[in-house]
């Protein structure tokens, strides 16, 4: 007889679960960094500088030391010294060149550059003071503008870890002069700022025995706690990093941010407690999205069929480091083209450098190629859709290597039948609806999967709970979420009984959480270490009476569901967990486990593409008196492998289309090259989509099974979303208009 009591829950990886963590943010018990409230602490604001470039020539700090409850006003004069002159020390980003140090020296590398911290008994003192330091200037020349830094491009070392140079293949200068169609056309991208709702921010905790906690806003605690240690030679023991909860992040995080730096100095120099955190406007005096200008040429058949592919962008980075984005490789990967080339380099101006912004290098290569795409379709007089149909690879074009997978074709096929492709009247302005224009348009996402090195903790005890533990963060994305779901699958348990901890340097080991990797990376962790405790459960039954697990030679051989292991041959003989710890007189299963790709997997990384691919569809509805752009519509359809949480997953796609739709009509941080200084530096100028401005999005996952990508089948959604989102938008406005806009954000003065 089978166990029919009841059929075994299993709430796991594929069941679309609310946010653990959601209860506590919504309710005030999650702190971000700035709401640890700590004894007897300053409070430290930062002086931002007031020119580009050039020296500090004085600063008179009498009046800022005269207010009541200022303790210290530390500037490049009187910091303490400290062993991060060691010039050698490097980043995780290992961005070639020599990155910015806070109070190193007189000299002014950018506009807002911290010059001063005021530290002071309060916030409202340490800010009043602050406006009273002197600061006198030598200024030099200075270029802030991107257009003008064009003249000083070069082509970018090679020594960053992450940056591929594209692989050309035949003669594509050749083939676009012989090509019966051609299409050439420069395209921009405007800077845009990192703005997620927490400000930077750092409270150091200073204990007083010699140790410290460092609440940090971060995509990583222990990037930040190696940095910090390095600088300051504190041992990884004495000096910890929190991020339980971030904020949102899209990148700026992945580096250790400057108000760290100078909460930690400061606290090892007053010996007390410091909180920093960044104003808004000081939110514009570091990581932004580069700006880009890309010319792209595209020669193909009469057909439509693509003969040539030649890519050449620029990205704009700062004097003193070379980041660098892969920005022309993307066209080349997706489609089929004989011949291609791709020229990539960096320009240099006077501002702080540059830096990853969810689906960096993509968000704007792919973006910007996809806007080329649509215009050589409708000189082949091709539906827009067909004709990535007719120009379709079924390998990676560029990298000449199979995928691990690639359902691009059930993305574009089942995001055609959601938006209703197929009714689209092929002519631009054709569609109308009382003074409203409708546009509708399309196109190809792309970004990649990747698996990194991380561990986790699985802990069960007897009363049946399971704790799941790693450093590895949660950006916003619901990785907390993503984790206890793993468990719950590998170990059969109600995600009720779950609980996870994660964002805190002293728990195992876990890089950066960026680069759309943390699900797939976290996840293998987590189903390792909770299939160590399983294999430690099935030893434990053994103790159990009569042995009902006999028959069960590893945990391949039993189901666990429901808090039992269901012996699979026979699933009238179970064990309960808990009877299991029992016999085995064991109080608690503690294992810790690490993922990380082994020799096999290295080599089919280096034989195999591993990429997430979508389809996204838009309409936009246009008033062209007005010059009001309204995107009314949006379908996204995703092949990203697996997805362990639907209901997660989806916001992040839905978030990637939001800030796609910034990408496309708001997003643009712009520049006075008088002053050297960004102007719309704050969320009243500094234009983002609101509610209003976001209507219907429909988000697919199309079926991807890919159990060769990452242990676990997954890819990653946290930077898909965003990836074409602005083209699909422009390509609808030149449906509905008749315009071609090239240069992004496409804002009302542009239109009319
Ligand atoms: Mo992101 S740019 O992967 O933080």
Redesign the pocket.
């Known amino acids: 007889m089978p166990d029919t009591r009841h059929e075994p829950i299993r709430v796991g990886i594929g069941t679309p679960l609310d946010r653990v963590d959601g209860p506590d943010k919504v309710t005030g018990q999650a702190h971000y960094a700035a709401e640890y409230a700590v004894p007897n602490m300053l409070y430290g604001v930062i002086v931002s500088g007031r020119i580009a470039r050039g020296r500090i020539t004085g600063i008179d700090e009498t009046a800022a030391r005269a207010v009541p409850g200022v303790v210290e006003v530390l500037t490049h004069r009187n910091r303490p010294s400290t062993p991060w002159l060691d010039r050698n020390y490097k980043d995780e980003l290992n961005i070639p060149g020599d990155p910015f140090r806070a109070l190193e020296s007189e000299h002014i590398l950018f506009s807002g550059q911290p010059v001063a911290l005021v530290l002071a008994e309060t916030f409202e003192a340490a800010r009043f003071a602050a406006s009273l330091v002197d600061v006198s200037y030598e200024a030099a020349a200075h270029n802030i503008d991107f257009e003008a830094s064009l003249a000083e491009r070069f082509l970018p070392s090679k020594k960053r870890n992450s940056y591929h140079p594209p692989k050309n293949h035949g003669d594509a200068d050749a083939a676009f002069a012989a090509a019966e169609l051609k299409h050439e056309a420069r395209y921009h991208l405007a800077t845009e700022h990192h703005n997620p709702m927490e400000m930077h921010a750092t409270t150091v905790d200073w204990h007083g025995d010699g140790t410290l906690t460092v609440y940090d806003k971060n995509?990583g605690s222990q990037g930040v706690q190696s940095y910090l240690c390095n600088i300051f030679g504190f041992s990884k023991k004495e000096l910890r990093v929190v991020n339980a909860f971030v904020g949102g992040?899209?990148?700026s995080?992945?580096r250790p941010q400057y108000q760290v730096y100078l909460a930690v100095m400061a606290a090892k120099h007053t010996q007390r407690s410091v909180r920093v955190v960044m104003t808004r406007q000081q939110m514009f005096t570091h990581a932004h999205r580069p700006e880009a200008d890309y010319t792209i040429r595209l020669g193909a058949e009469a057909t439509g069929k693509l003969t040539s592919i030649d890519g050449d962008a620029t990205t704009s980075t700062s004097r003193f480091e070379n980041n660098m984005e892969d920005i022309v490789i993307w066209g080349m990967i997706n489609y089929a083209s004989p011949n291609m080339k791709g020229e990539y380099c960096v320009a240099p101006r006077d501002t702080y450098t540059s830096a990853?912004?969810?689906?960096?290098g993509a968000a704007t290569g792919m973006t910007l190629f996809e806007i080329a795409m649509d215009e050589l379709a409708y000189k082949a007089k091709v539906d827009p859709l067909d004709f990535r149909l007719l120009n379709y690879s079924d390998i990676d074009a560029m990298y000449r290597t199979p995928f691990t997978s690639k359902a691009l074709r059930e993305a574009y096929r089942d995001g055609a039948a959601a938006f209703g492709w197929d009714s689209r009247s092929p002519e631009p302005r054709s569609m109308k609806e009382g003074r409203e224009l409708i546009g509708w348009g399309m196109a190809t996402g792309l970004w990649t999967a990747e698996f990194v090195k991380t561990s986790a903790k699985a802990k069960l005890t007897a009363d049946g709970r399971l704790e799941i533990t790693s450093a590895t963060s949660d950006?916003g994305t619901g990785t907390g979420t993503v984790l206890v779901l793993v468990a719950a699958d590998t170990l059969g348990l109600p995600p009720d009984r779950i609980s996870v901890r994660i964002g805190d340097s002293d728990l195992p080991h876990s890089p950066?959480?960026?680069?759309?990797r943390a699900a797939a990376s976290g996840g293998a962790a987590v189903q390792l270490a909770c299939e160590a405790v399983g294999k430690r459960l099935l030893k434990a039954a053994e103790k159990v009476d009569g042995q009902p697990l006999h028959a069960a030679r590893s945990i391949e051989d039993v189901i666990f569901a429901d808090g039992r292991m269901i012996l699979k041959s026979d699933p009238s003989k179970a064990v309960s967990c808990a009877d299991a710890m029992q016999a085995a007189g064991l109080e608690v299963i503690e294992e810790e486990q690490t993922a990380q790709p082994g020799l096999a997997d290295r080599i089919s990384q280096m034989t195999r593409s591993r990429n997430v691919h979508s389809a996204v569809f838009a309409e936009v509805r246009v008033d062209e008196e007005l010059g009001q752009i309204r995107v009314t519509r949006i379908v996204n359809a995703v092949a990203a492998g697996r997805i362990i949480n639907p209901k997660t997953a989806r916001s992040q796609i839905l978030g990637g289309v939001v800030m796609g739709m910034g990408m496309a009509l708001h997003e643009e941080t712009l520049g006075d090259n008088r002053l050297g200084r960004w102007m719309n530096h704050n969320l009243a100028e500094y234009h983002i989509p609101v509610n209003a401005d976001v209507h219907d999005i429909q988000v697919i996952f199309v079926d991807e099974p890919d159990p060769d990508v990452t242990p676990l089948g997954v890819k990653g959604v946290?930077?898909i979303g965003i990836v074409s989102t602005a083209a699909a938008i422009a390509n609808a406005i030149f449906h509905a208009t008749g315009q071609r806009h090239r240069s992004l954000p496409i804002t009302i003065d542009k239109l009319i």
């Open positions: 995509q992040a899209f990148g995080g992945l990853d912004m969810r689906a960096p950006i950066v959480q960026g680069g759309s946290g930077e």
